[in-house]
């Protein structure tokens, strides 16, 4: 244990010696987080450093796909936010620079204070419940911040642990505001955890209700990645990558297409899923036209057709995307004949004409 916490030292204190020299950047976090660093400790590191970061469509896209959090994302475009000057940065546009302003409280993590007592006859009642309550509310929800200031809360979470007997045990949790305004009503019964659950879900509805432009359909989808974080919040990730989805957000479109593929807190319906897949790939999105390609190439909501299966993933290549699997084009290529391929040639040419490419 004590080697493992001494590495962890030095990958912390590298990390802190590399990035005090140079603005971090998108690929510093992905070194981090690939490096093992929690989301806590590059979270700190971006606000306590200069930072330049990218957060247009692809580049969001790209972090989420190494593994970066919503958490770490929220972080990165709070930094963001506050540095810029530059109005003419081509990593967003004008519009979402304008969204992230108007949401940078939102996206600072609301801070709560906790505070427990235990009453009961048996020596496990003298425990401080406290604890284990912060640990449960850190693990999770990621994406709020512990403090142990009540004066600095945005939010206080109190248990009443009651133990009397073997079995007799009794959680009962309020949730308020800074305002000290209950923010639900006192829930009774259940385990430390699965409370902690609930108040994570009752202080996230209702930090973003007051603090989030959530007519914006970036903040929609951050949103969106911040419930995907947490325990059992698929469900309200998924309502609001639909919204944004649906105000025509492509990495929202991207969500959407994958989770009626894989049936991820929808019913799984593939032509669903092409639908979305389309939408994102008509905004110029090289990964949604690759989707769709195999989608053709697999019968998967649509009918078989190796040319349309061809035409979607060379022009996902054109688009950015990589070239078509050699093992794929040579499935393919057999069931097509030269008119077929010169066909497939016109049509991208036409299409690339005609839609936006990233």
């Known amino acids: 244990m004590r080697k493992m916490c001494w590495l962890a030292m030095v ?4 990390c802190g010696m590399a990035v005090g020299q140079t603005a971090l950047n998108n690929a510093a976090i992905v070194k981090m987080h690939a490096a093992g660093l929690d989301d806590d ?10 930072g330049n970061y990218s957060l247009g469509v692809e580049d969001a896209i790209a972090l989420k796909t190494a593994g970066i959090g919503g958490k770490v994302i929220a972080a990165m475009a709070g930094k963001a936010s506050t540095t810029s000057t530059n109005t003419n940065s081509t990593s967003l546009s004008d519009e979402a620079g304008t969204a992230l302003a108007h949401t940078h409280n939102a996206f600072e993590s609301p801070r709560v204070y906790v505070g427990a007592q235990s009453v009961g006859n048996v020596w496990a009642a003298l425990r401080d419940q406290s604890m284990e309550l912060s640990k449960d509310l850190e693990r999770g929800c990621p994406f709020i911040k512990i ?57 996230l509805n209702n930090w973003f209700a007051k603090c989030c432009d959530i007519d914006n359909p970036e903040t929609q989808y951050r949103i969106g990645q911040v419930y995907s974080d947490i325990h059992k ?60 390609g195999y989608m053709y190439l697999n019968h998967e909501g649509v009918a078989l057709s190796y040319a349309d299966a061809l035409f979607w993933l060379e022009l996902s290549g054109k688009m950015g995307g990589g070239s078509v699997d050699t093992n794929v084009r040579k499935l393919i290529t057999p069931h097509l004949t030269a008119q077929d391929l010169q066909a497939i040639e016109s049509r991208e040419s036409n299409w690339l004409h005609t839609h936006p490419v990233h």
């Not at 990958?11 to 590298?14: K, T």
């Not at 400790?41 to 450093?49: H, P, R, Y």
Request: net charge negative.
């Open 233 to 292: 919040g698929d469900d309200l990730a998924i309502d609001w990558f639909k919204k944004s989805a649906a105000n025509g957000y492509v990495p929202a479109e991207i969500e959407m297409g994958t989770a009626y593929a894989n049936g991820r807190s929808v019913r799984q319906d593939y032509q669903q899923s092409y639908f979305w897949f389309e939408k994102a790939a008509n905004l110029g999105d090289a990964r949604a036209a690759k989707a769709i």
């Open 41 to 50: 400790t590059i979270v700190a590191l971006i606000n306590s450093q200069p």
């Open 147 to 203: 403090t142990i200031t009540q004066k600095n809360a945005d939010y206080t979470v109190l248990l009443n642990h009651i133990e009397v007997g073997t079995f007799g045990r009794d959680n009962q949790i309020q949730v308020a505001d800074s305002t000290g305004d209950l923010i639900s009503s006192t829930k009774e019964g259940g385990s430390i955890d699965g409370n902690a659950r609930k108040s994570c879900l009752e202080i």
């Open 11 to 14: 990958v912390v204190l590298g």
